[in-house]
């Protein structure tokens, strides 16, 4: 299996942001298949940690399809809130995955732990876990990350989740705001990819 050069790949996802973003970093001789051309729901992602829950996924949809598949488990860590969101970033968003609420949460949160907030560099993180399983063998699960902090108001329309409210170290601009071929540069699932691809 892992002599071989994968072909066919399922990208493990029913969120678009994430099955485009996975997409444009494959290598373009891979055939990539989405959870929508079959159908799949997600399943309950039940782990402890962004890895548990990237193999609950990249298994369960490879063992439904029979593909090798990369799942990804991906979220803001932010420091003044014990690193939450964290693994709990979608459910911030409810179960219509609206981030604009997911956002106002977080704003939410930010002011009662701290009113003055706005007037400092609020640390934070991007995660993501990302794994390739073929039926229950895990090929590989890696951990990718970017350093940041929160800004003072969303900003931009592009990228998705929590990419207008996140700045990474020395930007200035925030995910959302920035073209995507430069985000796709130097974000966590870039990182995560970069340490992946080898196994592909």
Same mark, same amino acid.
């Given at each position: 299996?892992? /002599? +071989?050069? *994968? #072909? =066919?790949?399922?990208?493990?996802?029913?969120? @678009?942001? !994430?099955?485009?973003?996975?997409?444009?970093?494959?290598?373009?001789?891979?055939?990539?298949?989405?959870?929508?051309?079959?159908?799949?729901?997600?399943?309950?992602?039940?782990?402890?940690?962004?890895?548990?829950?990237?193999?609950?996924?990249?298994?369960?949809?490879?063992?439904?399809?029979?593909?090798?598949?990369?799942?990804?488990?991906?979220?803001?860590?932010?420091?003044?809130?014990?690193?939450?969101?964290?693994?709990?970033?979608?459910?911030?968003?409810?179960?219509?995955?609206?981030? /604009? +609420?997911? *956002? #106002? =949460?977080?704003?939410?949160?930010?002011?009662? @732990?701290? !009113?003055?907030?706005?007037?400092?560099?609020?640390?934070?993180?991007?995660?993501?876990?990302?794994?390739?399983?073929?039926?229950?063998?895990?090929?590989?699960?890696?951990?990718?990350?970017?350093?940041?902090?929160?800004?003072?108001?969303?900003?931009?329309?592009?990228?998705?989740?929590?990419?207008?409210?996140?700045?990474?170290?020395?930007?200035?601009?925030?995910?959302?705001?920035?073209?995507?071929?430069?985000?796709?540069?130097?974000?966590?699932?870039?990182?995560?990819?970069?340490?992946?691809?080898?196994?592909?």
């Amino acid at each position: 299996m892992l /002599n +071989k050069k *994968i #072909k =066919k790949l399922l990208i493990g996802t029913n969120n @678009k942001g !994430k099955l485009k973003e996975i997409r444009s970093l494959l290598p373009k001789y891979i055939k990539t298949y989405s959870t929508s051309d079959f159908k799949l729901k997600s399943p309950i992602e039940n782990g402890e940690s962004f890895k548990e829950n990237s193999l609950i996924k990249s298994r369960y949809f490879s063992k439904k399809t029979n593909l090798t598949c990369i799942a990804d488990d991906s979220g803001l860590e932010i420091d003044i809130l014990n690193k939450r969101p964290g693994i709990y970033s979608a459910r911030w968003a409810g179960r219509e995955s609206n981030f /604009n +609420k997911a *956002i #106002k =949460k977080v704003y939410k949160e930010l002011k009662k @732990k701290d !009113k003055d907030w706005k007037k400092k560099k609020i640390k934070a993180r991007f995660i993501c876990a990302l794994s390739i399983s073929f039926l229950n063998k895990k090929i590989s699960c890696v951990i990718g990350k970017v350093e940041g902090y929160i800004a003072h108001e969303p900003k931009g329309k592009n990228g998705f989740g929590y990419d207008p409210i996140f700045i990474p170290l020395k930007g200035k601009q925030t995910f959302g705001e920035m073209k995507s071929n430069l985000k796709y540069k130097i974000d966590h699932r870039s990182m995560a990819y970069r340490k992946i691809r080898r196994f592909l």
